[in-house]
């Protein structure tokens, strides 16, 4: 009779695949395994649907590509025939109970054993249930070299199926949990409450192996970790940073403990936001195969941090910043940005815009005429620069990011094909105070991996002056809206807490305020439909946490 190993040594794949790229994919994993063999490892956890990459969305319907994404997987089973470590690796399989969002686990050339994810999330920016057939049945342990492991797949452990419960019933001793699991501010302390009740209902420890790097709107942050059966942190590993990380666990009596791991630390919420939207732009701009970017650098506050975002992403050299002046653009303006872009030390150019607004009045002046000037005047100016931004990406292929805030984009206070033109906006789910809250952090710390300065990048004069699109003389956003610490206030209580006019009215607000903001997100919302993809940071983001209808006459009114 064999004995049971007394230490079993795992590691942790915290790695950045991307959707579609199988054999990239299949590389990083290979590349993985070699390098958890070297320091010693017997197993290697990889993430869910890793070979796919995540989330795969609708690419799983085609056939051709679930056969070509079980084909790697069994390839990768294979090189497991040279005695190094075994492999559980996340893949869409079809079999004849439908299709799972799977992993495959593999062990000396083979694969050993199979399971299906049973519960499928159907919420916020999750549709697995669209796409995916959930296991037919609770899973049991794999024997993997004498150990039985317990292998439920990221949302198994988040709900209330009795996953855990049931596959220590049936006898695992650790549970290793591959995940998809997007960022939002605090998700690292919401992760280990969730592993901390499943460890006190399993009474088993947990390893917790979560996915890194951007995906359109999604990053996924890694800080994959692990729970002790004592309810303690075992191991942590950083966010932000792709790892192979291994932990040494040893068998104590009847259960196992971590003796060795790594032991990072997490950053503050503010560091964490602003690597999150610096993930998501790198990768997106990489992924999609775009060499450099441009944006419209206006002396505001939120190009500014753009710009900032994209240098620390991407380099200096491959930023491409354009000031567009107009008769009513202040010289503080122009100072600031310049300022910004010679700290930054991207490119920057000027690109005055007087002719071609003049040149559209000119021709809209028999349609206009016995009208007054306002707001359509104005949008010409927007929709100038915009297209300006738009010639150059299509003449030397720079993507455009866009640099709206969620606040402006809330209330519609951005104009569409202007300053809504682009392909990106890292700066999406933000809130206007969280974006000045940001540029103080930036000015003051360099984010670990990322390209730019030391020092001021963001010019002070940019935090202290009043915000303003200059459109018209002596405007400031404050002569439409409320104060934005009022208006993100009452924002974040319409959208992220989905509060009724009654109870944001009982925090302090005045409630004509809040029927005037209420109005305006809901009548935003076609705009919002066009707007770019950027990065969500917060638990509900405009894109796939929340989706209302744009035709909509719903107020709550008294």
């Known amino acids: 009779m064999t004995t049971p190993p007394s230490i079993l040594r795992i590691a942790t794949a915290q790695l950045n695949p991307t959707v579609g790229d199988i054999a990239g994919n299949l590389e990083k994993a290979r590349a993985a395994r070699a390098d958890a063999a070297r320091h010693g490892a017997e197993l290697v956890l990889f993430t869910e649907l890793f070979i796919a990459g995540y989330p795969p969305e609708d690419l799983v319907l085609k056939p051709a590509f679930v056969e070509a994404c079980e084909k790697a997987a069994r390839d990768l089973a294979a090189d497991t025939a040279d005695g ?3 492999i559980i690796l996340g893949t869409p399989l079809r079999r004849e109970s439908g299709l799972h969002n ?7 050339g083979q694969v050993i054993g199979e399971r299906y994810k049973i519960d499928l999330p159907n919420y916020g920016e999750f549709d697995e249930k669209r796409v995916f057939v959930a296991a037919p049945h609770m899973p049991g342990p794999v024997n993997f070299r004498g150990v039985r492991l317990g292998i439920p797949v990221c949302e198994d452990i988040w709900g209330d199926l009795g996953v855990c419960e049931t596959l220590a019933e049936s006898g695992a001793e650790i549970l290793l949990v591959p995940n998809g699991s997007p960022y939002y501010r605090g998700k690292v302390d919401v992760r280990h409450q969730v592993v901390i009740r499943q460890v006190i209902e399993s009474g088993l420890p947990i390893l917790y192996a979560n ?5 359109d709107e999604l990053v996924f942050d890694g800080a994959s970790f692990a729970i002790g059966a004592d ?11 792709e790892a192979v990380s291994v932990s040494t666990w040893k068998r104590d009596g009847d259960g196992w403990v971590c003796d060795t791991g790594p032991m990072s630390q997490i950053p503050d919420p503010e560091e964490a936001d602003y690597r999150a939207c610096m993930l998501g732009l790198r990768d997106y701009v990489n992924k999609n195969g775009f060499k450099n970017v441009v944006l419209g650098l206006s002396g505001g506050i939120d190009s500014a941090i753009c710009a900032a975002l994209a240098v620390d992403a991407l ?3 491959r930023v491409r910043a354009i000031m567009m002046p107009y008769t009513y653009t202040s010289k503080d303006s122009l100072k600031d940005a310049e300022d910004c872009a010679r700290a930054l030390g991207c490119r920057y150019d000027i690109v ?12 809209l002046t028999q349609l206009f005429e016995g ?10 100016q927007s929709r100038a620069r915009g297209t300006i931004l738009m010639a150059v990406s299509n003449k030397f292929g720079s993507m455009v990011i866009t640099t709206g805030n969620k606040s402006e984009m809330s209330v519609g206070y951005a104009t569409l094909y202007g300053d809504m033109n682009g392909g990106f906006n890292p700066i999406k789910d933000l809130y206007k105070m969280q974006v000045y809250a940001l540029s103080r952090w930036r000015n003051a710390q360099v984010p670990p991996g990322a390209f730019g300065p030391t020092g001021e990048v963001i010019p002070q004069n940019i935090i202290d002056k009043a915000p303003s699109a200059e459109l018209r003389p002596d405007q400031t956003d404050q002569d439409s809206l409320p104060p934005y610490p009022v208006l993100d206030d009452i924002l974040e209580c319409l959208v992220e807490n989905e509060m009724g006019v009654d109870a944001i009215v009982a925090r302090g607000h005045d409630r004509e305020t809040v029927h005037k903001v209420e109005h305006l997100l809901y009548v935003a919302e076609y705009k919002r439909r066009q707007a770019a993809p950027g990065v969500k940071i917060t638990k509900k983001n405009f894109g796939r946490d929340r989706r209302y209808p744009i035709t909509n006459r719903f107020r709550d009114r008294d």
């Not at 799977?102 to 000396?108: M, N, R, S, T």
């Not at 815009?353 to 000119?362: C, D, Q």
């Open 352 to 363: 005055p815009i007087f002719e071609p607004v003049e040149g559209f009045s000119h021709a």
């Open 371 to 380: 009208t007054q000037q306002g707001i359509t005047e104005e949008n010409l």
């Open 211 to 215: 996915q890194l790097g951007g995906q």
């Open 102 to 108: 799977a992993v495959i686990i593999a062990d000396g």
């Open 231 to 241: 309810k303690s942190l075992a191991f942590q590993m950083s966010q932000f940073e």
């Open 84 to 86: 190094g470590p075994g």
């Open 315 to 317: 380099g200096e050299e």
